[in-house]
């Protein structure tokens, strides 16, 4: 699928290109005045597009969100160029993080000097390098963000210069989406950012590089002061924790203390967290960190801590891929990524050339590649057991839960699969090779009503969560700026043998946790509503690449159920959709006879009415006049006036809404729908 915005007359060639004998393949059919999803390929259709464009000397740069599509399309466009126009092959280039330094700083120059016509590039070459002015930008599948759609886009065309922009589309649920509603593609606003600032991978550098600068509060003494004062019950909170600690609190305890010098002796456990002591005293076990009078300093004074963290990733020094015979580093790779990518007899692409892995050596954090012209390429199996074991936030009579996850994951073999005919024809085991690592994650409890009716319509119960899974991960980076390889869910097969509890669970890939999970939380409704719809307006039956599918499925989408899926959804939104009606009668009547009010807060929609009317007074008489009615109504106004106990049961402080309303009260009668 293809859309485009174009302004500019792009230039020509010196030599005029001969016109093909038959039209050019469509790249969106219009079918009863409607737009028709194609079904052939997105990355051949941008290498297509691509070659055109090069050989009109039209300077180019195609992004894609991964560097295996990046490497591919290269790989189509080199090979069309031999057949076509073999003198620009040396003008086609590919740009991505894992190149080294000198590669990358060669390719930038020559793409701003004119060098080179066409580069495939993944965000890597987004933003903070000048490459000069561009004619064409080519956005191969839906960015991570709107932001970034737009900063990929703004590419091409700086100044007053005119530009193309050519955008391309999988067969995802996110893509698709946004076939179906273009109009949200250029007037939807930026997403919102997560971030876990309490993830111990990250605080630990962060804690690094703040002691090279001042010495850290975090000694075990000043930890005896901290549970002294706030209480021991604060270092076991999560990411909220400070709402926790207030000025009366304090007060209450230590009333003769100098509180003002008491907080900013408390500076750095309130900037960094109660993660921060113990991640603190095991840099000091470590000998990173040494103690003085002040506090927590580098033991090497000299040292620039800051030089060798990463700004990309939070794993591991990365694998070196070194390229056989001459053993020149020709890629790097984090560790997380390597067990899928490096291991021994992987395909691996690197400027579109195909490289076979002879060894890895996670020790040495060293692969050797070797140069292979084959017609195939690989793809690991790999098995993975996702197993939430504690939970932190698990809001009442709600299907989801928030909290720590165990991820034990392992690649046990691969397929070779043919490049033409996508078919399977050799299976090759391999060594065991175990990871496992703690992070975040967010899971839904599947309510029994859901069991039995999936077994009434004899629907395959883990089908159905598994699609549901499928669904709901790909419409988080829809809602939340992160990239769609940040989060991912639990895929069952036919095969499994382990009994799994009926439950959704997604995780932060990443180690510790990111924040991904924890932001879609407090977004639970808005994610189920948007899986609703995309499941809604997808055509087909029984799940395809547009609705359920899910390209990176380590069990190849054979066990989905999209009806037992929306069934799912269906509950998990009666469940989280509460609806609360506030019936107001004032005294006296306000200017309007009738005010109608709708607040949302959270996953509660917050109807307030007003009434004035003659029978609104009759009704209220009549129920005080009854002692039955007489004790309901006393029994409303208590719960109206404890903000406490009502906002644990809906979320909202009502005497905050009521004040608001800025008229005296004569009742208050609450209607819960849970």
Not at 29 to 34: A, R, V, W, Y
Not at 262 to 286: H, M, N, T, V, Y
Not at 336 to 357: C, D, K, R, S
Request: with cysteine.
């Amino acid at each position: 699928t293809s859309t485009s915005t174009s302004t500019t007359s792009l230039p020509t060639s010196t030599t005029t290109p001969t016109p093909p004998e038959t039209p050019p393949e469509t790249l969106v059919e219009i079918i009863d005045g409607e737009l028709s999803r194609p079904t052939h390929s997105a990355i051949l259709t941008t290498a297509r597009i691509a070659s055109a464009l090069t050989k009109l000397h039209t300077r180019t740069l195609v992004f894609g969100r991964v560097r295996k599509v990046v490497e591919l399309c290269l790989q189509y466009i080199k090979q069309d160029l031999k057949f076509t126009a073999t003198h620009l092959v040396s003008k086609v280039r590919s740009y991505r993080s894992g190149y080294v330094m000198e590669e990358r700083r060669r390719i930038e120059q020559a793409l701003f000097a004119g060098e080179l016509l066409t580069v495939t590039a993944t965000c890597a070459l987004e933003l903070g390098v000048d490459i000069g002015w561009l004619h064409t930008t080519m956005i191969l599948g839906f960015p991570i963000s709107v932001a970034s759609m737009w900063q990929q886009a703004g590419r091409s065309g700086r100044g007053k210069k005119d530009a193309l922009t050519i955008i391309v589309l999988f067969d995802s649920p996110i893509d698709q989406y946004y076939f179906r509603h273009p109009a949200h593609l250029v007037q939807r606003e930026c997403e919102s950012v997560s971030c876990d600032p309490a993830n111990p991978y990250v605080l630990r550098e962060h804690l690094t590089c703040a002691a090279a600068e001042l010495p850290l509060l975090l000694t075990k003494k000043m930890q005896g002061e901290f549970v002294e004062v706030l209480g021991s019950n604060l270092l076991h909170h999560d990411i909220e924790w400070v709402e926790e600690i207030t000025y009366r609190k304090i007060t209450r305890r230590h009333r003769s203390m100098d509180y003002v010098e008491l907080l900013k002796s408390f500076e750095d456990a309130f900037l960094f967290g109660p993660a921060g002591f113990q991640i603190a005293q095991d840099l000091q076990e470590r000998d990173v960190l040494l103690q003085t009078k002040e506090g927590l300093v580098l033991q090497s004074l000299s040292s620039y801590p800051a030089l060798g963290i990463s700004l990309r990733s939070i794993e591991q020094a990365p694998i070196s891929v070194l390229r056989l015979p001459g053993l020149d580093k020709m890629d790097e790779i984090d560790s997380l990524h390597a067990m899928w990518e490096l291991y021994e007899g992987a395909i691996f692409l690197n400027q579109g050339t195909t490289y076979i892995i002879r060894n890895l050596d996670m020790d040495a954090r060293i692969a050797h590649a070797e140069q292979l012209e084959v017609d195939y390429y690989t793809h690991p199996q790999d098995l993975s057991n996702i197993d939430p074991i504690h939970r932190l936030l698990f809001p009442a009579s709600q299907p989801h839960r928030w909290g720590a996850v165990q991820v034990m994951m392992k690649v046990y073999g691969y397929r070779k699969i043919r490049r033409r005919t996508l078919e399977t024809f050799e299976v090759v085991p391999l060594p065991s090779k175990t990871l496992e690592y703690v992070t975040k994650g967010l899971w839904f409890d599947i309510d029994p009503i859901v069991k039995e009716e999936l077994k009434a319509l004899n629907i395959d119960p883990m089908g159905a969560i598994h699609g549901a899974g499928h669904m709901l991960k790909a419409c988080i980076p829809m809602l939340i700026l992160c990239d769609p390889n940040d989060v991912n869910c639990e895929h069952s097969s036919e095969e499994q043998v382990r009994i799994r509890p009926w439950r959704i669970t997604l995780y932060d890939t990443k180690r510790g946790g990111i924040g991904v999970c924890y932001a879609a939380f407090h977004m639970c409704t808005a994610v189920v509503e948007l899986a609703m719809q995309i499941l809604d307006e997808c055509g087909c039956e029984n799940g395809c690449p547009s609705c359920l599918h899910d390209f990176s499925c380590s069990e190849y989408n054979d066990r989905i159920s999209k009806q037992g899926a929306k069934i799912i959804f269906k509950v998990c939104m009666h469940n989280m959709y509460q609806k609360v009606y506030v019936y107001v009668y004032y005294s006296p009547p306000p200017p309007n006879t009738h005010t109608h009010t709708h607040i949302h807060i959270h996953n509660c929609r917050v109807c307030i009415k007003g009434c004035c009317c003659t029978r609104s007074k009759r009704k209220t008489n009549e129920m005080w006049n009854n002692e039955r009615g007489r004790n309901i109504m006393w029994s409303v106004l208590d719960l109206a006036s404890s903000a406490r106990m009502l906002m644990k049961r809906i979320g909202i402080m009502l005497q905050i809404i009521l004040c608001s309303l800025k008229q005296p009260i004569l009742l208050v009668v609450l209607q819960l729908k849970m």
